[in-house]
């Protein structure tokens, strides 16, 4: 099976032999990926289910929560940290950040852009939390607690002197030009680094 | 019960060099009883050593020879299983102090002949693990693919990792902790002095007498048996259901379906377990503490152990030995860099959950034995 837009795109930017944390890895998708290319994958993930699919797939993951448990790893006990659409679930963004960058030196963030033109028009037209297909969850029962824009995530970034290395904007799953980004990119990856 | 089961033959080996153990004192020889199962390939590599739990024995997939029944884990280890024997050479080993043919209390005595009892020193979980190296290295198998353990069968694994982190390729824990908390001591401190009170223990020489502490045993046994179901479970099971009559008897016999169950799991227990091996072998739980060598840092057990892969499993129904537990090895091992899986799996049957139909567990096992990673 192909591999989601996002993840394809890390996978392809992480060298072999890295060391690399999946945060939020889900059955072990990207990891198997990464594998592949001879990468040392291993994962963080909150539902035991997902967890145990990936042990099962012979991949080194723990059951935990990005809100919590990163503080169990040492600094720099990786290359690459990543965290794939799972910032705008996190109780607080700005301090998962800081730890990502803190067991490793790079971090890959990709999240849903709330601001693309979709979730704006819906916003403007009908004055409802909009339900699309990178959110198509409803407001009141949505993991998505901290909707984000590429251009809140540049604020925040710049404000913490996080370096941003480079960024991948995706529109339908194809990448779109930076320009005008805060409106067409659906989802955005940032490669992110200590200055 | 017990003197019939000292004459089992088991397959064993006697190894005459001194075992030092972490008492100080040593054992002159060691024997230890062992069932393989599955092919050893040509160059050694496929062994997968499993460990058992406190009253387990070395007859893992195949029929005990004390009760006929199936091997406490046949569901898990053979031809097709979890732990595959089409694959892997399964070895499991009878732990020191127990009572299936393995050096333990009822061992004679070199000088004398008769049976060691009380005078059998102290052992601990990594003087069993000790013995284990020392069959592994009889056996001409100087590294293991995986050890695999439950319960206290973990705390070997974890014991192995900390001790020949060299001679393993990935431990597998589950159900399982790295120390005995102050709540697993005072249960096996209940069994213990239920043993010690039986008159006819005799102070642990009761071998060649017509008398053993089957009663005490029994009550340990019974005592033991509550901390590895769930509360859930007892009253799924039993409820407050009467035991084969309609009205309570307003007396002390069993009127309870819970109360005839364990009277019979306490007296069944009996046929197939030596008093004396109960006691050293909770005492060797009892002293478990990996962390007590490194100042309480648990991660310096672990130091050594940067290149096996682990993989830890709890129940969320388990106890007696509780999910913190393994987060707090897991937490250990990532704080020096190793290789570490870790679920919490839902499983309603408290902590004998791994030796049950959890078939998530089955998927778990497979997969960490599976990849040569």
């Not at chain 1, 991948?168 to 799953?173: A, R, V, Y």
Request: net charge neutral; glycine share 8%.
């Amino acid at each position: 099976m192909a591999l989601r837009p996002d993840l394809a795109i890390i996978a392809d930017a992480v060298p072999p032999g890295a060391r690399v944390l999946d945060v939020g890895c889900g059955d072990g998708e990207l990891i198997a990926a990464l594998r592949a290319k001879g990468v040392d994958a291993r994962g963080l993930e909150i539902d035991p289910a997902n967890v145990t699919a990936a042990i099962a797939r012979g991949q080194s993951v723990v059951q935990g929560d990005a809100n919590r448990d990163l503080a169990d790893y040492p600094d720099d006990a990786f290359d690459y940290a990543i965290l794939s659409q799972t910032l705008q679930t996190t109780e607080r963004p700005d301090r998962v950040v800081d730890e990502l960058l803190r067991i490793a030196p790079r971090a890959f963030v990709s999240f849903p852009n709330f601001a693309h033109w979709r979730v704006r028009l819906a916003l403007l037209w009908n004055g409802r939390m909009p339900v699309t297909r990178l959110l198509p969850v409803a407001w009141y029962e949505t993991p998505n607690i901290h909707h984000v824009t590429v251009s809140d995530f540049r604020d925040l970034v710049r404000a913490k002197g996080i370096r941003v290395e480079r960024v991948w904007h995706l529109s339908g799953d194809r990448p779109t030009s930076d320009a005008a980004a805060s409106w067409r990119a659906e989802h955005a990856i940032f490669l992110i680094s200590r200055r | 019960m017990a003197s019939l089961l000292h004459q089992i033959q088991h397959q064993r080996v006697t190894i005459a060099a001194p075992l030092a153990l972490d008492s100080g004192q040593s054992l002159p020889a060691t024997t230890i009883a062992y069932q393989s199962y599955g092919a050893l390939n040509d160059d050694k590599s496929n062994a997968v050593l499993i460990c058992h739990a406190l009253t387990g024995d070395q007859y893992v997939a195949s029929d005990h020879p004390a009760t006929g029944k199936p091997g406490w884990w046949a569901r898990m280890v053979g031809p097709g299983k979890p732990i595959d024997t089409d694959r892997f050479h399964v070895i499991c080993a009878n732990v020191l102090g127990s009572c299936m043919g393995s050096s333990g209390p009822a061992t004679p005595d070199a000088a004398t002949g008769a049976p060691l009892g009380m005078a059998f020193p102290v052992i601990t979980i990594t003087d069993m693990v000790r013995a284990q190296a020392l069959l592994l290295d009889h056996l001409g198998i100087a590294r293991l693919q995986a050890v695999v353990g439950g319960s206290m069968g973990g705390m070997q694994a974890l014991a192995w990792a900390a001790t020949y982190p060299q001679r393993l390729g990935s431990a597998l824990v589950i159900a399982s902790a790295a120390r005995h908390s102050a709540q697993n001591i005072a249960f096996h401190e209940v069994g213990r002095q239920a043993i010690m009170a039986d008159p006819d223990w005799q102070g642990g020489q009761y071998y060649g007498s017509a008398r053993a502490p089957t009663k005490g045993l029994a009550v340990a046994r019974m005592a033991a048996h509550i901390t590895y179901l769930s509360e859930a479970g007892l009253t799924e099971k039993f409820g407050r259901r009467l035991q084969a009559r309609d009205i309570k008897s307003f007396g002390f016999d069993a009127d309870f379906q819970v109360e005839s169950y364990l009277r019979h799991q306490g007296l069944a227990f009996t046929d197939r377990f030596d008093a004396n091996a109960y006691l050293y072998i909770t005492r060797a739980m009892d002293y478990f503490d990996l962390a007590d060598p490194h100042d309480g840092r648990l991660a310096g057990a672990f130091a050594r152990a940067k290149d096996v892969r682990f993989t830890l499993v709890s129940f969320d129904t388990d106890w007696l030995y509780p999910t913190s537990e393994s987060r707090r090895i897991v937490q250990a091992l990532q704080s020096v860099g190793a290789a570490a899986s870790f679920v919490e799996l839902s499983a309603p049957f408290g902590h004998d959950s791994f030796l049950l139909d959890v078939p998530a567990l089955d998927r778990l096992v497979a997969g960490a034995l599976g990849s040569g990673f």
